[in-house]
């Protein structure tokens, strides 16, 4: 799966509601301010429950891609992988 298919999803699943997504990537160390341009549930590697949140990095084509778990909270950050995608 790609990360990039996330990309303008905005429903905020699994987590219900934009505060939410907030507490999680808050808990991995994503500034409150970051822009979010996308995030979903992705199958990666032996995580399911995966959800990808996409991060505007500055630069056309170019995202942070916050890979978490669907537990991912304020005191958890349930973090899968964390990189740079796009080009």
């Known amino acids: ?7 303008g999803n905005d ?4 987590f219900g509601s934009e505060a939410a997504l907030r507490r999680c990537t808050a808990a991995n160390g994503v500034a409150a ?5 996308g995030s ?3 199958s990666l590697r032996d995580h399911d429950d995966a959800v990808a949140i996409l991060l505007s990095t500055g630069v056309a084509g170019v995202f942070d891609a ?3 778990g ?3 909270t304020t005191d958890n950050p ?3 992988s964390r990189t740079t995608v796009g080009n």
């Open 66 to 68: 916050l890979v978490v």
């Open 40 to 42: 979903g549930r992705v």
């Open 1 to 7: 799966v790609t990360l990039l298919s996330v990309l």
């Open 33 to 37: 301010d970051a822009g979010i341009v």
């Open 11 to 14: 429903g905020f699943a699994p």
């Open 70 to 72: 669907s537990d991912c």
């Open 78 to 80: 349930s973090t899968i």
